[in-house]
């Protein structure tokens, strides 16, 4: 069965955050977009924009979290791992195939070969594939979300073959709702004149409303003209799964090098699904820990 799997991924949040960014602040290069750490530095001096996070891992709802089951498709691999002449079958779905008989010069791929057409011909509800050796072998797959196969091999004193659980037939998600903060620090050097030549003493103020305002936007395009897909969109599509929730501004005036820097940060907070996927180990996975040799 596959390890089990977590749903939440910092490294994919961050990189829609920096994305969303990017997208909303062409003024700023995308090299001077990045996440806070202790190596990290504007890659000009003044305007840049810091992605900081809040906290490490998403804050949890509720402090108990649920679990939830689904049916799947169960998927089981058959091996061949030792040639033996003599017959061969395989039960499934209380269902013995026809023998494949055996040769003395037959190898394991060939009686791989010959028990996978032996399933087929029984017609049930199962999908059979071929898969990449090594070791010789093939996979059946249920057509029933659910369904228990029960597969084993039986096979003449010598051989050896070896059956798996690939997926079981119930897979389970513990999961919460988590909220997810990033600080969003928006910084400029202010211009000492009256009225620069560019006619804006700074731009971290327009910078940070703009950003703000784009999370709150629910049908902002991605492309001007197009109804779909909208911005939020993809915040929220897989791996990030982020919803905003809400944004609160802050003012941080700060120093570097001698030089006033005007700091506008956003603390935006999103919701994101948490969650540990694996499989349930069915009575079929019991007992699979090796192979099997015939006697």
């Not at 659980?165 to 400029?188: M, P």
Request: aromatic letters at 8%; proline letters at 9%.
């Amino acid at each position: 069965m596959p390890p089990p799997s977590v749903l939440w991924s910092e490294e994919a949040a961050l990189d829609q955050i920096h994305a969303f960014i990017v997208a909303a602040c062409p003024e700023v290069p995308p090299t001077s977009i990045y996440r806070a750490q202790p190596s990290a530095v504007p890659g000009v001096f003044g305007r840049s924009i810091v992605i900081l996070p809040l906290t490490a891992v998403p804050e949890y709802g509720s402090p108990f979290g649920a679990e939830a089951d689904n049916k799947q498709r169960q998927r089981w691999s058959v091996a061949v791992t030792t040639a033996a002449a003599g017959s061969w079958t395989v039960t499934l779905l209380g269902v013995t195939t026809a023998p494949f008989v055996a040769g003395p010069g037959d190898t394991p791929a060939t009686i791989v070969a010959g028990l996978r057409a032996a399933v087929d011909a029984l017609a049930l509800p199962v999908t059979t594939q071929a898969l990449a050796p090594p070791p010789a072998a093939f996979g059946i797959l249920g057509d029933v979300a659910g369904a228990s196969l029960g597969v084993s091999v039986q096979g003449p004193a010598g051989g050896a073959a070896t059956t798996t659980v690939v997926d079981d037939n119930v897979r389970r998600a513990a999961y919460n709702w988590g909220v997810y903060r990033v600080r969003l620090l928006f910084r400029d050097v202010p211009s000492a004149q009256a009225q620069p030549a560019s006619g804006v003493r700074y731009v971290s103020t327009m910078l940070a409303e703009r950003v703000r305002l784009w999370l709150q936007a629910t049908s902002l395009p991605v492309t001007n003209g197009l109804a779909y897909p909208y911005r939020r969109d993809q915040l929220q599509a897989a791996p990030a799964r982020l919803s905003w929730l809400q944004t609160e501004a802050l003012y941080l005036p700060m120093q570097e090098n001698g030089a006033w820097v005007r700091v506008v940060a956003l603390d935006v907070s999103f919701q994101t699904p948490v969650a540990l996927i694996h499989d349930v180990p069915s009575l079929d996975a019991m007992g699979l820990a090796g192979p099997i040799v015939f006697t």
